[in-house]
């Protein structure tokens, strides 16, 4: 199993550079925007969980398992 932890702060500042990575490719790959787009509602969702959780507590631990 492999994890990876994120504090809030660390999420807000991929959701920064994906929000970058969109504008900066709009014009010329609307798709490519569409997916940056996508990646940054997912981390954004992940915040706004985060945000539930007492502030102590808020680092987010994605985790990758198989079964």
């Known amino acids: 199993m492999t994890s990876i932890s ?5 999420l807000l500042d991929i959701i920064a550079a994906l929000e970058i990575k969109e504008n900066s490719v709009y014009q010329k790959d609307p798709h490519l925007a569409a997916y940056y787009l996508n990646l ?3 981390f954004q969702q992940v915040y706004d969980k985060l945000q539930e959780v007492v502030p102590e ?3 987010a631990h994605l985790v990758l398992a198989f079964s």
């Not at 994120?6 to 660390?10: D, L």
Request: glycine share 10%.
């Open 6 to 10: 994120f504090t809030s702060g660390e």
């Open 40 to 42: 940054q509602q997912q």
């Open 57 to 59: 507590n808020r680092v």
